[in-house]
């Protein structure tokens, strides 16, 4: 199973980017996804999570209004659109799929069981 992040990079405070995971080796369909970041220094962070219908979304309340997350099981691929992105944004940010088939949303890192490889985004004028 290999997942893999694009679409970062360096954008102005304000700015907006376009992630996308895109997997070979597992068919996304019926499982949860998920986004996390991690800054220098600190722990993974959870950012968003989609269930594995796509009808249910989550945020970390740091990014509730400004991100959304959305799949596209025929394309294997799941996006975090980031809006009105802040310099405390910056972190290398990675996509993660449940561990498990039919799980909801999850926050927890450990309930995730395939990581890529992440993508730095850096949110500075």
């Not at 991690?38 to 400004?66: E, L």
């Not at 490889?117 to 500075?124: D, H, I, K, N, R």
């Amino acid at each position: 199973v290999q997942l893999v992040e694009s679409g970062g990079g360096l954008v102005q405070p304000g700015g907006s980017l376009r992630l996308s995971c895109a997997a070979s080796g597992l068919a996304f369909s019926g499982y949860a996804l998920g986004w996390f970041r991690q800054a220098p220094g600190k722990d993974r962070d959870f950012v968003a999570a989609i269930n594995w219908s796509g009808g249910i979304t989550s945020f970390a309340d740091s990014v509730k209004g400004r991100f959304t997350v959305s799949r596209d099981d025929a394309k294997n691929t799941v996006y975090l659109q980031m809006n009105s992105l802040k310099p405390d944004d910056t972190a290398v940010y990675y996509c993660a799929v449940a561990r498990f088939l039919f799980m909801p949303t999850r926050s927890d890192p450990n309930d995730y069981g395939y990581w890529g490889q992440g993508t730095q985004v850096t949110v500075s004028s």
